[in-house]
């Protein structure tokens, strides 16, 4: 019991670190499961990879309360943040409506090492590519009131593409804002207020497809794993802020190519 513990608050912190940073939090959770498999059942563990994220999700919404809390003395800020709030929902709705049509199907055909590795080589690449040409691009979306209804749903198509393991649901919604006409940090803000609905759909889905019987074992791995994944996100958020304040995303398309490519290599050689 003391080992599959650890082997939980190595993914929490796995999850913690990549669910913010656009590098595919599912990706490395399903990749780091290779090497320190949890002694639980499948069925446990394709809920667990998605539920743990709640622990991810909460640190958003205790970092960024008072910019999400609608209820709020000042009637224009009350305004503001149900403004923000609407964006959300409208760019939650695509990825909201094919992920229920076809979370069976991607479970069944996506979550395997080829297309995770293929993903992260992919965006890696285009990571770099945008970036290249927005560097001396000025952006016009620079607030949350320049941001149109349309082009929040248009950057939550672009999170549709996260439905696809290795892609990462941040990077994802990250390109497609900056590709909009957004700034870094109007991308990034976003990208964590579009995770919210998002995720606890997810995790809800996931949980009533398990069933809300758990023994006392998978309920306490749960817990624990959701537990070190808000803490250790709280720290990656603050981060990813500040790291943006002075730097592009470049590094993480880097990575990104670096890690698909010793995923082929592992796989092909090793096998997973």
């Not at 394709?46 to 991810?56: D, K, N, P, R, Y």
């Not at 990825?95 to 979370?103: C, H, K, P, R």
């Not at 672009?158 to 994802?172: D, E, M």
């Not at 998978?218 to 730097?247: C, R, T, W």
Request: aromatic letters at 14%; a neutral charge; hydrophobic letters at 55%.
């Amino acid at each position: 019991m003391v080992l599959e513990m650890l082997k939980v608050i190595v993914l929490g912190i796995v999850e913690g670190i990549t669910e913010w940073l656009p590098i595919s939090s599912t990706g490395h959770m399903l990749l780091v499961d290779e090497f320190i498999h949890l002694n639980m059942s499948d069925s446990f563990l394709e809920m667990f990879f998605v539920v743990i994220q709640l622990g991810a999700i909460l640190a958003v919404c205790v970092i960024f309360f008072q910019k999400l809390w609608p209820f709020q003395k000042s009637k224009r800020k009350k305004n503001e943040i149900l403004s923000l709030w609407s964006k959300v929902i409208v760019g939650c709705i695509p990825a909201g409506v094919l992920g229920i049509l076809f979370d069976d199907f991607l479970d069944a055909h996506f979550y395997n090492w080829q297309t995770i590795s293929f993903t992260l080589i992919l965006y890696g690449i285009l990571f770099i590519v945008v970036e290249y040409f927005q560097r001396d691009r000025q952006s016009n979306i620079d607030s949350f009131r320049d941001l149109s209804y349309k082009t929040a749903l248009l950057i939550g198509c672009f999170q549709v593409l996260s439905l696809i393991p290795g892609t990462s649901r941040s990077g994802a919604t990250i390109i497609g804002a900056l590709l909009l006409g957004t700034s870094r940090f109007i991308a990034t803000e976003y990208s964590f207020y579009l995770s919210i609905p998002v995720m606890f759909g997810a995790s809800f889905l996931k949980l009533l497809k398990f069933g809300f019987h758990f023994t006392g074992t998978e309920l306490a791995v749960l817990i624990v794993g959701m537990v070190v994944a808000f803490a250790v996100s709280i720290a990656a958020i603050k981060f990813l802020l500040n790291y943006i304040k002075k730097n592009d995303f470049t590094v993480f398309g880097i990575y990104r190519i670096i890690l698909g490519a010793l995923v082929i290599i592992y796989g092909l050689v090793i096998g997973f």
